[in-house]
Structure formats: C-alpha cells, structure tokens
C-alpha cells in the first residue's frame, strides 16, 4: 500500500518538476530556450503569435513570432542604446517617429529628453500595444498616454508614404526582416523615411546579430546607402539577443562625431539614472570588430543579390 502511495507521489512530483520551456525558432540548429514559469498571456493577432510568459530569471518576457523581442531584465541596453545614441548626438532634437516600438521602451527613452516636443509612434500591430500597455506596464511606463506621444496603428511603410509630417530622428524597432517588418528593411521604406527628415536628420534602425543574421548588414547597407550620405552601425551586448553583438543601422547625411563632453553635459539634462548607456559606451559601440568590418567591405564590393545566393 505505502510503496504505491510514494511510487503515485513520484509520478506527481516528476510531473510537476517539468515546466514549460519556450523556444526561440530564429536559427535552425542552435537557439535559446526558457522556462516559463508563468504564461500571462498568448494570441494570434491579425499579423503576428504573441506570447507574453515569467521567466525566473528574465522576468517577464515578449516573444513574436517565435522571436524574442525584449526581456525584463535586459531590455534597458537595447532601448538605451536605441534612443540616446542619436538622440544625445543630435544637436537640439524636437520631434522624434517610432517605427515599431509596440512595446514602449523606446518612447519611455525618449521621453527622458527635455527638448521633445512630439513623438509619433507606428505600429502595425494594435494587441501589441494593447497588452503591453495591460501585462507589461513596466516597459513604457506610462509612455503611451503622455501628452507628447501620439499614436497610429498601421504599416509604417504605408505610414511614411502618406506622412506630412517631418523628424528630427527616425527610429526603427521592428521585428527581424521576417513577415509583417520585412517591408521595413526595403530600399524604398528607407528612401521614404528619408524624405521625413529635418536638415541633420539621423535615421537608426535595429540591425539583427551581425555573427548569426550575417546578410542583415549587407541588407540594409545596400538599401539605406542610396539615401544616405553616412551610413554605418554601432553595437551593444544584449544577452537575450543570443550570438553576440546587436547592431544598429545609423544613417544620416550630417557627419557626426560629437565630443565626449559635449554627450556628458547633454546626458546631465536628461537627470535619467540610466543602466547601460554612457558617453564613454557611445562613442566606443562604433568601434566594429574585424568580422563585422569585413562583412560591410565584402558587401561593398559584392551586391547583395550575388552574396545571399552564396550565403543559402
Ligand atoms: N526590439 C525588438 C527587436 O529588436 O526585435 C522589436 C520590438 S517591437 C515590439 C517590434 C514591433 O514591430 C512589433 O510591435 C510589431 O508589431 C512591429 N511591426 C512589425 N512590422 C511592422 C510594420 N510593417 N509596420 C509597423 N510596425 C511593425
């Protein structure tokens, strides 16, 4: 009798100690994984499969079509590096577009700058701001409903065709060039972006994991170049993020290379207790290791078309 009681106990116990593992599907072969401690809350949008679940050591964790798109806990690189770098580079930025951006992180940023006067944010995807205004209210902080932020629901590559408007800095967090964001990594999105620019306009723009999403660079290289006059990219350690660096397209026409001092006292205007971000990081995340060097000079020389029909 007893020895059935503990055998029915260790089948429960076994079966219990199990919790669900999400998987991220990004890279055939290899990936990451995380136990959700919790699932908070899952659905098929019209455009994307959302899940939003606890993790015990991420905290509270977005996914997107099986992709990572933030984590509790290390989100602050990402957004920080996203918003201040050209932000605290331009010299007096008043009006700033959010491409993307459903989760609010990057409007929280911005909203860190005194000298912002309107932020327009656009995304395609309503549920996403819906329920991350409901389940991660952490992120934006109260972003979405503040007076300066004005919010449209709608593709932004249709969105920047109509616009009237224009920007001081356009910033693009969209997901990877997969489905509904791969209109947003397009030589003609960049070229309509363009048009919404002030004089010593900047135009940056999540890049994928060069080590791992090794054509992305030559993607947007090759689509934002006809546009631009500077176009390059700068690079943070965002450890959900998995292979390494994140990459940011940066584009504008102005060359900037503003001093460390001038950043510092910008920053101090700010009176933001930051968690990554410093004048110091800044002008260092331009400084590209080797690989990724290679992979923009091979790309120069080789047009896209040639190189990802090697790269399959
Ligand atoms: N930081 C994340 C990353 O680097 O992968 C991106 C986060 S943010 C939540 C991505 C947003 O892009 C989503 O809210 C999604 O709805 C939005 N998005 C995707 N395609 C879009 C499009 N064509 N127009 C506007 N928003 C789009």
């Not at 593992?21 to 890279?27: C, D, H, K, N, P």
């Not at 939003?52 to 990402?78: M, R, S, W």
């Not at 934006?140 to 616009?163: M, N, R, T, W, Y």
Request: charged residues 20%.
């Amino acid at each position: 009798m007893f020895k059935n009681f503990a055998a029915m106990t260790l089948i429960a116990f076994s079966l219990q100690a199990e919790p669900a593992q999400y998987q991220e599907t990004l890279y055939p072969g290899w990936g990451q994984w995380f136990t959700e401690s919790e699932i908070i809350f899952q659905k098929k949008t019209d455009f994307q499969d959302l899940v939003i679940f606890q993790n015990p050591l991420f905290g509270k964790v977005l996914a997107l079509d099986g992709v990572i798109q933030h984590t509790q806990i290390d989100e602050p690189v990402y957004h920080e590096m996203m918003v201040h770098v050209p932000l605290l580079s331009h010299d007096n930025p008043q009006t700033v577009l959010v491409i993307g951006g459903g989760d609010g992180g990057i409007l929280r940023e911005v909203l860190k700058h005194p000298s912002i006067e309107k932020a327009v944010l656009v995304d395609i995807d309503q549920c996403v701001v819906d329920l991350s205004k409901e389940h991660l209210p952490h992120i934006s902080k109260g972003a979405f409903d503040h007076p300066k932020v004005h919010i449209v629901i709608q593709d932004a590559s249709l969105f920047v065709k109509e616009c009237k408007e224009s920007f001081d800095v356009i910033i693009c967090d969209s997901t990877d060039p997969i489905g509904p964001g791969e209109v947003l990594f397009t030589s003609e999105f960049y070229g309509d972006c363009k048009k919404l620019l002030n004089k010593n306009g900047i135009f940056v723009n999540q890049n994928g994991v060069p080590f791992m999403q090794q054509t992305e660079l030559a993607l947007t290289m090759n689509n934002r170049k006809p546009h631009f006059k500077h176009v390059t990219f700068y690079v943070a350690p965002v450890p959900t993020y998995a292979g390494g660096h994140m990459a940011f397209g940066w584009a504008s026409d102005k060359r900037y290379r503003v001093a460390e001092a001038v950043l510092e006292e910008r920053l101090s205007k700010l009176n933001a207790d930051l968690f990554y971000y410093t004048p110091e990081v800044h002008k260092a995340a331009f400084a590209l290791p080797n690989f990724m060097r290679k992979q923009i000079a091979s790309f120069e020389m080789e047009p896209l078309a040639k190189l990802s029909s090697r790269s399959k």
